[in-house]
């Protein structure tokens, strides 16, 4: 539980590390198996991360927890989304009955979906003229967020729903890496040309107006983020403190974590990117932020959906890893 | 049942095509879907895909069917490979035992796995001073992967194991697409530059020596190819006879299967390329081929690894596509 802002920066400088014995181990163990060295490529690298996060050469994954969470931005005041604001609300409603591609993915990937709505009929404060939430707001979220992490998960996922947030996205972006603003912004939900570029004009003066604010990580959040980057960034941080691996969604759920790794250098080596989305700014994102997406399939749906297609990648990962006999145990010659 | 090398190649000629109906249906249906046009990317375009195929706007996956080929290869003579080929019968025992990695990600992906050793007490001729394989013995593998393909099958996995088929696969893809044999050798199970060097001499030798017999897709087989090539293309072929869908795992699978579209344009259009493998020559062979493959992630193992973590995302691909809400349905206001 925060109480401050100070309490969420602190939180940054006091983070812990994998269990480097597990991670030896483990890569010892992948070095055994059946196959030739390295061949099951980034399998292999996610078992030897996996297993690091969890303090175990061979480690289960049981209850893996997708969270979603879903807030409203006043920028959509700005024209910067092809659909009205009132679709966030029917995006959560379409969640809780099942509806959504979020709701197959969880199922196909066997994760819990947990959706939290927060306040969705009170909008963040516009960016482009303002900044999105007082401090005791931007705490709420944050709090709402760790505490929506629970302790028996073994990995996290998380997503987002929100309409307007590849805006919110582009100016935390933007804000934290440098650049123009042009270089962060993409067609989001289906802007043309011309909506993108006037979404640039509108993350080009949020940045500006915001700037003397944003020099750390929690006011980043509060200028230019929104309810549920603030909500990501607490749920990955409840996460790392308590060693459990999270999968990253795609654009937006990169830029709302990706804060974290702005302010503290390693804060989101427990973190994996799920996918490459197609929106643009997100491949120059998680180059900012030196992560490699586990799938390219040029999704950019966000609520998830990256990171649970990525989830059957770790399990299939974790099936080899802890389930494949050794050249001694199936009797097979090792190379000369 | 092919009794002639004239049958192999007349049935290429006579390929049913997808059912432009169901596919049409499945496009439209897509559109109807709660999220942004186009937003899930891939997922959208092989549930489409595999629509087609299945002659349904909506169809179910049942019976995913692995099957793996195994060989021997008298080019082993050349020491073309860092593991002896003895590793091919302890291999294939090791799949019946249930130890490989295949076996994991057959039961993470939902695929039943059926492992055929073809006669490998009798590796073929050696390629680089003769042909790989009588008319006969072809006709003998090309029928044995027809048979494979059991009727009821919705998805079918095409993989392999053969120590030394590195070297065939280049061949056959040298044969078929041109360019030097550096282009298309690589490490294989673990080559260094010296043997990688070595390969592509052996290579060049073998497609040099068969180059007058090689200008038709069995004889392609015959003379550079080997049984688990000649099964791979046989239940590519008999899949398509049936308008069953296939996943092809990596260079191997996709060189014996490729032949079939050297021979003859569209003959794959039954067929997704299941992932990227890091094995050199795959990415140009995937070019050749026109295929896109559905995962890139550094694996370089065979036995239809990257197939059997292609299912995963095709499983993903139709639970969204059958499961979703559509707008109407789900009471979500479209774009504006």
């Not at 401050?4 to 010892?28: G, I, K, V, W």
């Not at 042009?182 to 940045?207: F, M, N, P, Y």
Request: with cysteine.
């Amino acid at each position: 539980m925060l109480n401050t802002p100070e309490d969420f920066n602190r939180a940054l400088l006091a983070l812990p590390a994998a269990d480097e014995e597990a991670r030896s181990a483990a890569r010892a163990r992948q070095a055994t198996l059946t196959k030739p060295p390295g061949s099951l490529g980034r399998l292999e690298e996610l078992a030897i991360w996996f297993a690091g996060w969890h303090g175990d050469a061979r480690p289960r994954l049981d209850n893996a927890l997708a969270l979603i969470f879903a807030g409203n931005h006043g920028v959509t005041a700005q024209g910067i989304s092809p659909y009205p604001p009132e679709v966030t609300a029917q995006m959560v409603a379409n969640f809780e009955a099942g509806g959504a591609a979020i709701n197959q993915l969880c199922t196909i990937a066997g994760a819990e979906l947990r959706v939290t709505a927060l306040d969705l009929e009170k909008p963040t404060g516009d960016i482009a003229t303002g900044r999105a939430l007082s401090d005791e707001d931007c705490l709420d979220a944050l709090n709402t967020g760790m505490a929506s992490v629970e302790e028996d998960a073994g990995v996290v996922l998380l997503g987002e729903m929100g309409i307007g947030n590849t805006t919110i996205a582009s100016a935390l972006a933007m804000a934290c890496f440098g650049g123009e603003a042009e270089l962060w912004c993409g067609a989001g939900t289906g802007l043309d040309a011309d909506g993108i570029s006037h979404k640039a004009r509108i993350v080009t003066q949020a940045v500006a107006h915001n700037a003397a604010a944003t020099n750390n990580a929690f006011s980043m959040l509060a200028h230019l983020g929104g309810r549920e980057q603030a909500a990501l960034a607490g749920a990955a941080l409840a996460a790392r403190q308590r060693r459990i691996p999270v999968i990253l969604d795609g654009f937006i759920s990169c830029a709302a974590v990706g804060v974290l790794g702005w302010a503290q250098k390693g804060a989101l080596d427990h973190c994996v990117a799920g996918h490459r989305s197609r929106e643009s700014g997100h491949s120059r994102l998680l180059e900012a932020l030196a992560l490699e997406p586990i799938v390219d399939l040029d999704m950019r749906l966000g609520e998830g959906s990256g990171a649970a297609v990525a989830l059957t990648i770790l399990r299939a990962a974790l099936a080899t890893h802890n389930g494949m006999a050794s050249f001694a145990e199936a009797g097979v010659s090792d190379r000369d």
